[in-house]
């Protein structure tokens, strides 16, 4: 058994089971699953961690313009 669990956007009681019937899990609506998209796409949420030097290489590879870029931001 699933144990119920809550939308995280309105609280609202969700059953574990809706994760295998609802398109929409973990939200209790499209409402919800709506909502949270907004909040990521208006940058309400962020993924923020910091890039090791490694990491800086990794991404801009040897393209001028990415090293240009990546000083911008």
Do not use: H
Not at 2 to 26: E, L
Not at 53 to 67: C, F, H, N, V
């Amino acid at each position: 058994m699933v144990r119920p669990t809550t939308c995280p956007i309105c609280d609202k009681p969700v059953s574990g089971a809706a994760a295998t019937d609802s398109s929409y899990f973990p939200f209790c609506s499209e409402r919800c699953r709506n909502v949270d998209l907004l909040r990521w796409n208006d940058g309400k949420y962020a993924i923020v961690e910091p890039l090791s030097p490694d990491q800086m290489l990794e991404r801009i590879g040897d393209d001028p313009e990415a090293i240009e870029e990546l000083l911008n931001e």
